[in-house]
């Protein structure tokens, strides 16, 4: 409230009087209410207008080159049944275990924010019959994800993903093709990243591989973390990307997943890194990349960025898999599947760290400068003409003063004013002013939109038409 700091500006500086500090309501994570403001949760973050641009460009590239490979888009629930996730991500997960937003509702239901929406996507694939239409069907999303994790650079507890899941073939190019395609995103961006790839067979295989790698790291069992210890115990294959010193090493010598493939499970994967090496796109095989949920079988792989770029470096900016089994958990039929996730903010950030930075819009290149009521009146309808003319038109409603206007108009930098008083609007015209010569001409007003149109195609050509495309009245 700046009035009431103007007159306390004035009274005489006021004894030292120690004023106690207001308590904050902190909950137990630190978080406060101080005073009349509140603060972000923790994890959570306002995307502002400033890193719209990035964010814009993010989700532009990923629609276009969605669409452009036949991906339909879905909206799915941001909240589901609590069951969905638990059944199909696995009990002895991070996400199942400790990560989710679980509550009940108002009808006595236990509801989760979803943490991923793969298992979201399977559910509506059943839910809608889609088993009916021609397969692959094939879907993407963008949507915030919630995950009660601890935060840190590039990990949030709302965050968004891009996920594109193709269902129903279980021809190893399908995962090829998606690797290709979030390959080709980043590509897009101008972010080089490495795929990292590797198969983790059928259900069958991976078991009795379990067998082998648990009775593995058992004789060296004094030497594991607690944690370890207890993934082992309830997740053995997650000992694959402990981030553990000791495990990284007893990792080397440990059984490798990719002598327990089957004969399918193997054939499926050559293939897929076949059609890989076709198309060029180069991978790096991860004997230790496996991926957090259960639900995965075979193909697994994540996109990494090549580049240092700081706090990111090292961190995946996204992943997918096949997961085979997932519709038939959730009770639907049998149904192959694959998919991945990008996340958001890390790309954000990533391009941020390369200094990319496109403006949020294109900006206005014509300002409106009235005097008066009566030239807001016709203004009003003005806007609405320039509107469907596809020219954007900026203005300075707080302002009444010409001169005020104008240094508006001037700091945003518009190549044209217009200025409407009162005499213009009894006259039925108004003032073009060219902002850069600072000549001025009065038209008629009923011309203006065409005559402006004609002005700026003529000296900005290539901005205007670049506007978004508008439906002529
Ligand atoms: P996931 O579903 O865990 O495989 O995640 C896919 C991608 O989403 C990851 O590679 C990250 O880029 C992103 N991601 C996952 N968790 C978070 C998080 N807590 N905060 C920000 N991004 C995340």
């Known amino acids: 409230m700046p009035f009431k700091r103007k007159a306390l500006a004035k009274e005489p500086a006021p004894k030292k009087v120690l004023k106690e500090e207001p308590k904050k309501d902190l909950d137990e994570e630190g978080e406060g209410k101080s005073g009349k403001t509140f603060e972000l949760l923790r994890g959570f973050r306002d995307i502002l207008p400033e890193d719209q641009g990035r964010w814009n460009l993010v989700r532009d590239t990923i629609r276009s080159i969605a669409e452009s490979?036949?991906?339909?888009?879905i909206d799915l629930p941001i909240l589901e049944r609590s069951d969905l996730f638990q059944r199909t991500i696995g009990k002895g997960?991070?996400?199942?275990?400790?990560?989710?937003?679980?509550?009940?509702?108002?009808?006595?239901?236990?509801?989760?924010?979803?943490?991923?929406?793969?298992?979201?996507?399977?559910?509506?694939?059943?839910?809608?019959?889609?088993?009916?239409?021609p397969q692959p069907v094939k879907m993407w999303y963008l949507g915030p994800m919630f995950r009660h994790d601890r935060p840190q650079a590039g990990r949030y507890r709302q965050f968004y993903q891009a996920g594109f899941e193709s269902f129903g073939?279980?021809?190893?190019?399908?995962?090829?093709?998606?690797?290709?395609?979030?390959?080709?995103?980043?590509?897009?961006?101008?972010?080089?990243?490495?795929?990292?790839?590797?198969?983790?067979?059928?259900?069958?295989?991976?078991?009795?591989?379990?067998?082998?790698?648990?009775?593995?790291?058992?004789?060296?069992?004094?030497?594991?973390?607690?944690?370890?210890?207890?993934?082992?115990?309830?997740?053995?294959?997650?000992?694959?990307?402990?981030?553990?010193?000791?495990?990284?090493?007893l990792l080397q010598s440990a059984p490798q997943i990719l002598d327990w493939l089957d004969e399918t499970s193997k054939e499926h994967f050559m293939k897929v890194?076949?059609?890989?090496?076709?198309?060029?796109?180069?991978?790096?095989?991860?004997?230790?990349?496996?991926?957090?949920?259960?639900?995965?079988?075979?193909?697994?792989?994540?996109?990494?960025?090549?580049?240092?770029?700081?706090?990111?470096?090292?961190?995946?900016?996204?992943?997918?898999?096949?997961?085979?089994?997932?519709?038939?958990?959730?009770?639907?039929?049998?149904?192959?599947?694959?998919?991945?996730?990008?996340?958001?903010?890390?790309?954000?950030?990533?391009?941020?760290a390369k200094g990319v930075n496109p403006p949020e819009r294109p900006p206005a290149l014509v300002f409106f400068a009235q005097l008066g009521d009566a030239?807001?009146?016709?203004?009003?309808?003005?806007?609405?003409?320039?509107?469907?003319?596809?020219?954007s038109v900026a203005e300075a409603f707080g302002k009444n003063a010409l001169k005020g206007q104008l240094e508006a108009a001037n700091r945003m930098?518009?190549?044209?004013?217009?200025?409407?008083?009162?005499?213009?609007?009894?006259?039925?015209?108004?003032?073009?002013?060219?902002?850069?010569s600072g000549a001025q001409e009065i038209v008629d007003v009923k011309k203006v939109v065409g005559l402006v149109k004609k002005k700026l195609l003529h000296e900005e050509g290539v901005a205007l038409q670049s506007q978004t495309p508008v439906v002529e009245a």
């Open 69 to 73: 490979y036949s991906f339909d888009r």
């Open 93 to 133: 997960t991070d996400i199942v275990e400790k990560e989710m937003y679980v509550f009940t509702d108002p009808s006595n239901r236990s509801v989760a924010l979803r943490p991923e929406a793969t298992a979201s996507a399977a559910r509506a694939y059943i839910s809608h019959g889609m088993i009916e239409r």
């Open 169 to 249: 073939v279980a021809e190893p190019i399908v995962d090829a093709q998606l690797i290709v395609i979030g390959h080709q995103i980043f590509k897009s961006l101008g972010l080089d990243v490495k795929v990292e790839i590797n198969s983790i067979g059928t259900s069958e295989c991976r078991a009795a591989y379990l067998t082998e790698l648990v009775a593995y790291f058992r004789q060296h069992r004094n030497k594991l973390s607690e944690d370890d210890k207890r993934r082992l115990q309830k997740n053995p294959l997650r000992m694959l990307d402990s981030k553990e010193e000791v495990t990284r090493e």
């Open 273 to 352: 890194l076949e059609f890989l090496e076709e198309v060029e796109v180069s991978y790096q095989l991860n004997p230790y990349l496996v991926r957090g949920l259960d639900y995965y079988s075979h193909t697994v792989f994540e996109f990494t960025l090549q580049e240092d770029v700081g706090d990111l470096s090292q961190s995946a900016l996204g992943g997918g898999g096949r997961y085979d089994g997932l519709v038939e958990i959730l009770g639907g039929r049998p149904t192959p599947a694959c998919g991945f996730a990008l996340g958001i903010e890390r790309i954000v950030r990533a391009l941020e």
């Open 375 to 391: 030239a807001r009146r016709v203004g009003l309808k003005l806007f609405e003409e320039f509107r469907q003319a596809g020219v």
């Open 413 to 436: 930098g518009v190549r044209l004013t217009l200025i409407l008083g009162q005499k213009e609007v009894l006259d039925g015209t108004i003032i073009i002013r060219d902002m850069e």
